[in-house]
């Protein structure tokens, strides 16, 4: 059964789903309002308005300068939330068009092997379409450049509407503030593609942003949101219940507390389950049928960090990071489930510090769960340091992906193993199941 949260995303669709094409189309994956002189924002475009935004160069040996010129701009910053003006949700919407269907030749960018569309090239996508949604909230016509550094603090949620992408239809995004704190803001966005004449929804993904100083040291204040009519006002409540959600799965959190009566006896059980019968000792573990050892369902990558995937801030892009964990994660549930998986969602990815150019970026991919037909995937990456031998995290990502037939069970057997699996479990029934 479906999540009531993504019941509720489907039902309660944004005004941002109200945006598709309804007049007489081709059947082709040209959509009418991508034709040639339309007025839109190219999804090529996006990366070139956010750099004049903060006003950032397109050289990588000139970012130096770029970044000294930008300190200047901490005198703009307002020294409280009061001091700066409402908005409104529609004045941060904004739409971005993917023309695969008419502009053939920006397919290779987004074409697999299998002639289905990558992914990863999406989550590239909605995180540089995030930002520039935050920061149209946050503009200032007053000043030439934004004082703020906006960055992805977390991916809430992204849900599956479908789980064919057409590498020849055309693909509309669109999107808009849906709530704000006192420095970060919600960002819901919609996915959808032009097929047998009308435009499909997609996908649904609720990102989370932080302002930051011009130096992106410390936080900084945004604009105020107020909501108008039921179905804003519901928007922003829902902002509110996610921000009350993630505090107290961060409380509730196995790194802080442990497991539940419940989930205690989940992972007894599982140890029992894995006894060798034929001896009187803990330590003689034998693997089920139709199981897989937990250490046995990893994958591995490395990353040189090179200036060509840096963001407007001279760090790297972390829709990059999730391109390349998506990547590593959708290999490790494909060599488990012994086929191409289907995407069902990406939940609660943390972006818990900056990847920093020339960094040696380690990601490690784990089967830490399986029910049926699905496999949860955890993506953990970290920075290595070759000088000081140092791991420093800067995300984690969780994936759901589902599979043709059921898949072998994931049998931890240490411990450390076991949180893996509780907490698996969890963003499990958080996207699939309640």
Same mark, same amino acid.
Not at 268 to 297: G, I, Y
């Given at each position: ?9 489907r039902?309660?669709? +944004?005004?941002?789903?109200r $945006?598709?094409?309804?007049g ?15 007025a ?7 990366? =070139?308005?956010?750099?004049?935004i ?8 000139? !970012? ?7 300190? +200047?701009l901490?005198?703009?910053? $307002?020294k409280s939330?009061?001091?700066? *003006?409402a ?5 941060s919407?904004?739409e971005? !068009?993917l023309?695969? @269907?008419?502009?053939?030749?920006l ?13 990863g090239?999406?989550l ?7 930002? &520039?949604i935050?920061?149209?909230?946050t503009h200032?016509?007053a000043?030439?450049?934004s004082?703020?550094?906006i ?10 509407r479908?789980h ?8 509309k ?6 709530w ?5 803001i ?13 435009y499909?929804p997609v996908?649904?993904a ?9 130096? =992106?040291k410390?936080a ?6 107020t909501?108008e009519?039921? %179905?804003?006002?519901?928007?922003f409540?829902? @902002?509110?219940?996610?921000k009350?959600?993630r505090?107290e ?8 507390? $442990?497991?539940?009566?419940?989930e205690?006896?989940?992972?007894? +059980? ?14 003689s573990?034998v ?9 046995? $369902?990893?994958?591995k990558?490395?990353e040189?960090c090179?200036p060509? %995937?840096? =963001? ?5 892009? @972390?829709g ?8 590593l ?6 060599s488990?489930?012994g ?16 990847v920093?150019?020339? +960094? ?5 991919s ?18 290595f ?9 800067t ?12 898949? *072998?069970?994931i049998?931890?057997?240490?411990y450390g193993?076991?949180?893996?699996? &509780? ?6 029934n958080q996207?699939?199941?309640?």
């Amino acid at each position: 059964m479906l999540s009531q949260r993504f019941l509720l995303l489907r039902s309660t669709a +944004s005004l941002t789903t109200r $945006a598709f094409c309804a007049g007489r189309v081709a059947k082709s994956g040209r959509a009418p309002d991508m034709a040639e002189g339309s007025a839109h924002l190219h999804v090529s475009n996006v990366r =070139n308005r956010l750099r004049e935004i903060v006003g950032a160069s397109t050289n990588w040996s000139d !970012h130096q300068q770029a970044l000294a010129e930008r300190v +200047s701009l901490s005198s703009m910053l $307002a020294k409280s939330q009061a001091d700066l *003006p409402a908005r409104r949700m529609k004045d941060s919407y904004i739409e971005v !068009h993917l023309p695969l @269907g008419s502009e053939p030749q920006l397919r290779e960018k987004y074409l697999t092997y299998h002639n289905t569309v990558r992914f990863g090239r999406i989550l590239e996508d909605l995180d540089s379409i995030a930002v &520039l949604i935050s920061y149209s909230h946050t503009h200032n016509p007053a000043l030439p450049r934004s004082p703020l550094s906006i960055v992805t603090a977390l991916v809430d949620k992204i849900d599956m509407r479908q789980h064919i992408i057409y590498p020849d239809c055309d693909i509309k995004f669109t999107g808009h503030v849906t709530w704000v704190g006192k420095t970060s803001i919600e960002a819901k966005m919609h996915m959808s593609q032009f097929h047998d004449g009308a435009y499909r929804p997609v996908l649904d993904a609720t990102f989370v942003m932080v302002a930051r100083d011009p130096e =992106n040291k410390r936080a900084a204040f945004v604009n105020p949101l107020t909501p108008e009519g039921p %179905e804003e006002k519901k928007l922003f409540q829902e @902002g509110e219940t996610n921000k009350s959600r993630r505090v107290e799965l961060s409380t509730a959190s196995l790194l802080k507390v $442990a497991p539940t009566d419940e989930e205690r006896k989940i992972v007894h +059980s599982l140890f029992l389950n894995t006894l060798d019968s034929k001896t009187v000792s803990f330590r003689s573990r034998v693997l089920p049928p139709t199981s897989v050892w937990m250490e046995d $369902a990893k994958l591995k990558g490395l990353e040189i960090c090179h200036p060509q %995937e840096r =963001n407007i801030f001279n760090r790297i892009f @972390g829709g990059f990071l999730m391109r390349k964990a998506y990547e590593l994660g959708w290999a490790n549930a494909c060599s488990y489930g012994g086929c191409r998986p289907n995407l069902v969602a990406v939940d609660d990815i943390l972006f818990q510090k900056p990847v920093d150019i020339g +960094s040696l970026l380690l990601l490690s991919s784990q089967v830490c769960y399986t029910e049926g037909k699905h496999i949860q995937v955890r993506v953990h990456s970290e920075v290595f340091d070759p000088l000081t031998r140092q791991h420093n995290t800067t995300n984690v990502f969780h994936f759901t992906f589902a599979s043709d037939s059921d898949v *072998p069970n994931i049998v931890p057997k240490t411990y450390g193993e076991s949180m893996l699996f &509780l907490d698996g479990k969890r963003h499990f029934n958080q996207t699939v199941t309640h």
